[in-house]
């Protein structure tokens, strides 16, 4: 049986990296085999893509570079990581996927939903996530939490960005959550640690409860069929 695909989103500071480690514990008690990983990056390929694209070193190339860089991260990560952990059968969580690029390349000056579509295709194929988790925050809070997380270290590509623009892109994942609610869960991360992450087990364990009933329900029409 394929395993689950569930992928974090959300704005800087949002607390996707606490989440996930919360989560992978809850399902790993619960029998589960888990996969953790992240884009951009996660693979070796992607991930030497990801120092070039979070450096801000493809930023002069204008956002088609980087967006089809993302994409090619991300076909890396698919074929060598995501896909053939879930034929397996694990759990993969996943740290962003392409609802990031819709958000955050997707907001950007002079990118076509066409051109976005069609590298998402390419990258992905049938490779998309059951269920995904939109942590919600207001931008200023997030960013404060970014660099409160930071200290010292150097600003990202995407962190040093006007609060406008952030404000934009947790628009963009609100949109997203909206047009696929049966995909799309979004959870007020503005919370207790402990509260948010209640609230992901919960949305979690209902929606694999879910596949798995309607995985139970085929099979068992198969076999009403076969003995018919």
């Known amino acids: 049986m394929r395993g689950f695909f569930i992928t974090f989103e959300g704005g800087e500071g949002a607390g996707k990296s606490t989440q996930i480690r919360l989560l992978e514990q809850h399902l790993q008690e619960k029998g589960h085999a888990v996969l953790v990983t992240r884009e951009p990056g996660g693979s070796p390929g992607a991930e030497a893509v990801r120092h070039v694209l979070l450096s801000g070193a493809a930023e002069p190339c204008g956002p088609e570079m980087e967006v089809v860089l993302f994409a090619a991260a991300r076909l890396d990560h698919v074929e060598q990581v995501i896909r053939p952990a879930l034929e397996q059968g694990a759990v993969v969580l996943c740290d962003r996927f392409y609802d990031s690029t819709r958000a955050y390349q997707g907001t950007a000056k002079g990118l076509t939903k066409t051109l976005l579509s069609a590298l998402e295709r390419a990258a992905v194929s049938d490779t998309t996530p059951d269920l995904t988790i939109i942590l919600d925050i207001d931008a200023e809070v997030g960013l404060q939490r970014a660099s409160d997380r930071r200290g010292?270290?150097?600003?990202?590509?995407?962190?040093?960005?006007?609060?406008?623009?952030?404000?934009?892109?947790?628009?963009?994942?609100?949109?997203?959550?909206?047009?696929?609610?049966?995909?799309?869960?979004?959870?007020?991360?503005?919370?207790?640690?402990?509260?948010?992450?209640?609230?992901?087990?919960?949305?979690?364990?209902?929606?694999?409860?879910?596949?798995?009933?309607?995985?139970?329900?085929?099979?068992?029409?198969?076999?009403?069929?076969?003995?018919?």
């Open 152 to 228: 010292e270290g150097s600003v990202d590509r995407f962190e040093k960005d006007a609060i406008a623009v952030h404000q934009k892109r947790r628009e963009a994942f609100l949109a997203i959550a909206a047009a696929e609610p049966e995909r799309c869960v979004v959870i007020k991360a503005d919370r207790k640690v402990d509260v948010v992450a209640a609230a992901i087990m919960k949305a979690v364990d209902s929606a694999m409860k879910k596949r798995k009933g309607g995985s139970a329900k085929r099979e068992g029409s198969g076999r009403e069929k076969s003995n018919a």
